[in-house]
């Protein structure tokens, strides 16, 4: 009998071993090791036999260093060939393992929880909604997808007004308008099954007129819904841009039902100005820019208008960047959303104004967003309003000036400073955001023409000359020593307004400043007592 078969018929006999269990003859189990189940006090478990189950609850110690008891039947034997020493006289050898103390095992530490009843966990920060980091990561998408960075140089208007101006010249985006910025880095964060179906816009504005340039350029689907009384300009500028112009409904609102209407039908983003983070983190990028052009920058001005995205994105950055630097709002008298909003403390949704939409287009066609005003309330500085008078004179000035032509967005910043509201800037250096050129042709003949009365700069007075002649030739020539422009002339016989044998001349002149109008005005008062100057 070899060794093997002694050593398992002694463990089944029991001479100097523990207590045995019972097996019945179909069970399985492993003659030579315990499973892991049994070694660790595992409860009962089913065995793949047909006739019940078998219970292996040995005596098992939790960290014991002795013999194991083997667990094996008799009719096993037959499965190492060891049949034949059942029958025969057997010697066995008990061996004895003499181990260390018996260790156990110590259960995990509990986490001390403090009694105090003072004890309070601290709040977590809250998740701001437009991080820099955020505005960051659009600078660098928006560039590596063509946005150039705009010039920021320094204004002759500085001298004017006694204090060092920086234009960022926003305007010179290929559409006119900072508006590019948030629309690209919002096109480019669509994801592809999005941008293979196709964006659609249905107000003609700055935010769409991106939205039809950039969305080609990316190659993404782009259809625009343009009102019936669309003027013919504005629909070959959007067909020039690539995108698909479908005119419909007499208002704005006929096309933004049927724009919806399509985009529910056939799967397109119907994309409308709002104050998303990611809009806003595109808006915002033109902050970094200025503090990167305009050192010890002093203040920032920008306008404020309908979504104050602008406002927002921009105040967001620059308050990252150097808190000290003031941000101011500026916006229309007729429309002053935002400084209402801030006196109610919540955005105001509908104004009761009649601002002119025509003028002032972008500023006046949206609602103030949750998001833009939380934003404007804690990182701008100062809002104010400035009148529709103010906003003419300053496209005025950029045109003498800066040799450019702006829409009343852009001249917004100007407008506050010439109106005289800010005098706190007066020898300070700041940059002023000119946001947006994108105005009609006879719009902009109009403007200038408003601005250039309202700048003393045009005048219209009457007069009665007596009905001989020479009198009318003597007007003349008085108006040409004092160096004046006649841009036009009415002489009227039969005015009920004129005197018997007199007639009425009515003279539309041009001088080149304030200073020369007072002159003129000095010097028809003290020939003509009959002189009277039309209101303007």
């Keep these: 009998m070899n060794f093997a078969a002694q050593f398992f018929y002694a463990n089944y006999r029991g001479e100097g071993s523990l207590p045995r269990r ?36 040995g005596p ?54 403090k009694r105090n009843k003072e004890y309070k966990s601290a709040p977590k920060a809250p998740v701001e909604y437009l991080r820099f980091e955020d505005i960051s990561a659009a600078s660098l998408k928006i560039q590596q997808a063509g946005i150039q960075k705009t010039p920021c140089t320094y204004s002759r208007l500085s001298k004017l007004y006694g204090m060092e101006i920086y234009l960022k010249k926003e305007h010179l985006h290929y559409t006119g308008s900072v508006k590019e910025r948030g629309v690209l880095y919002l096109l480019s964060s669509l994801k592809q099954d999005q941008q293979k179906k196709g964006v659609i816009v249905a107000t003609d ?90 050192p010890k920058l002093d203040a920032v001005i920008v306008p404020a208008g309908g979504q104050c995205g602008v406002l927002a994105g921009t105040a967001a950055a620059i308050k990252h960047l150097n808190p000290r630097i003031s941000v101011i709002g500026v916006e229309p008298e007729e429309f002053p959303l935002l400084l209402q909003s801030l006196k109610t403390d919540s955005p105001i949704k509908d104004l009761y104004s009649t601002p002119n939409k025509k003028l002032y287009g972008d500023l006046v066609q949206h609602t103030l967003g949750t998001h833009t005003f939380q934003l404007a309330k804690k990182m701008v500085d100062k ?53 947006s050129a994108n105005m009609e042709l006879d719009l902009v003949r109009q403007c200038v023409d408003r601005a250039l009365v309202l700048d003393d700069r045009v005048s219209r007075f009457t007069v009665q ?52 109008n007072c002159q003129l005005r000095r010097t028809l008062a003290d020939r003509y007592p009959t002189l009277r100057w039309l209101d303007r």
């Design 60 to 113: 098992i110690s939790n960290g014991t260093l002795a013999r194991r008891p083997t667990l094996i039947c008799p009719e096993r034997l037959r499965d190492f060939g060891a049949e034949e020493y059942l029958n025969g006289d057997v010697k066995t050898f008990e061996t004895t393992v003499i181990g260390g103390p018996e260790v156990q095992l110590m259960a995990p530490p509990k986490p001390s929880i």
């Design 465 to 516: 000359l007596g009905d001989w002649p020479g009198d009318m030739a003597k007007l003349l020539d008085m108006l040409a020593r004092e160096d004046v422009r006649l841009l036009d002339v009415c002489h009227s016989r039969y005015s009920d307004k004129a005197d018997l044998f007199k007639a009425q001349v009515e003279c539309v002149v041009e001088t080149r400043d304030k200073t020369q």
């Design 205 to 294: 504005c700055n935010f769409s007129m991106a939205v039809a340039y950039h969305a080609v350029e990316l190659r993404i689907p782009v259809f625009v819904i343009m009102p019936a009384y669309s003027s013919p300009p504005r629909l070959r500028m959007y067909r020039d841009y690539g995108a698909m112009v479908i005119s419909y409904g007499s208002t704005a609102r006929d096309s933004q039902n049927h724009a919806r209407h399509l985009a529910k039908e056939n799967g397109y983003l119907c994309l409308e100005e709002d104050d998303s983070a990611v809009y806003l983190a595109g808006l915002g990028t033109v902050g970094i820019e200025i503090h990167e052009q305009v």
């Design 22 to 57: 019972r097996f019945s003859d179909s069970e399985e189990y492993d003659p030579f090791w315990q499973s892991e189940e049994e070694h660790l006090g595992a409860s009962k478990k089913k065995c793949s036999t047909h006739d019940g189950q078998c219970h292996k609850d």
């Design 383 to 435: 809002v104010i309003s400035v009148r529709e008078e103010d906003s003419l004179v300053a496209m005025l000035r950029f045109q003498e000036y800066e040799r450019t032509t702006v829409d009343t967005e852009g001249a917004m910043g100007l407008a506050a400073i010439l109106a005289g509201q800010l005098p706190e800037l007066k020898g300070k250096r700041v940059a002023v955001l000119v946001g």
